[in-house]
């Protein structure tokens, strides 16, 4: 064999690692577009089994009232008189609820305004209002003040 010399040891060795870097420099650079490809096909076959489930599900829908048909049995209608029952209660439920809650933000507006402080957190648990809801050890402060009279406050407040 003229011109062809068979590579010794340390060149077999060098080719070897330059032939290994090179490989997994080719890898590196590959494995993106392989992994976009896998993603791709996947999410493909998945609109693929869905858009095929529901064209099966239409198939089998049209085959049944085709069936019926052929045996002379008429088609089911929605059920208007149950919608409409249900429609009906639930504009009552909500009339009741509107009604209540009206009362209830009456009342509450009506205890707030009257002459007597309530304990709030005492009327939720359901206990005796009698109890004020100021100290006991202190007065209530006077808020009443004449028509026209200045708050004492405001004086200070304005310098």
Known sequence: M????????????????????SWEALVAAVMPAV???????????????????????RAAE????????LRGKPRRRPPWQWLAVAVAAGAVIGAAGAVAARRAVNDAIQRRHSEEPVDA????????AATPAHDADRPAPDTARE???????EDARQT
């Not at 077999?12 to 870097?21: D, H, K």
């Not at 049944?64 to 048909?69: K, S």
């Not at 028509?147 to 406050?153: I, K, L, S, V």
Request: avoid cysteine.
């Open 35 to 57: 992994e976009a490809a896998r993603h791709r096909v996947d999410e493909g076959a998945r609109e693929a089994a869905e858009r095929t489930g529901q064209v099966r599900a």
């Open 147 to 153: 028509p026209g009279q200045a708050d004492p406050g």
């Open 62 to 69: 049209r085959t049944r009232h085709a069936v019926d048909a």
């Open 2 to 21: 003229i011109g062809f010399r068979r590579p010794r040891g340390r060149q077999v060795r060098r080719r070897a690692r330059a032939a290994a870097g």
């Open 121 to 128: 957190i005492a009327d939720v648990a359901g206990e005796s």
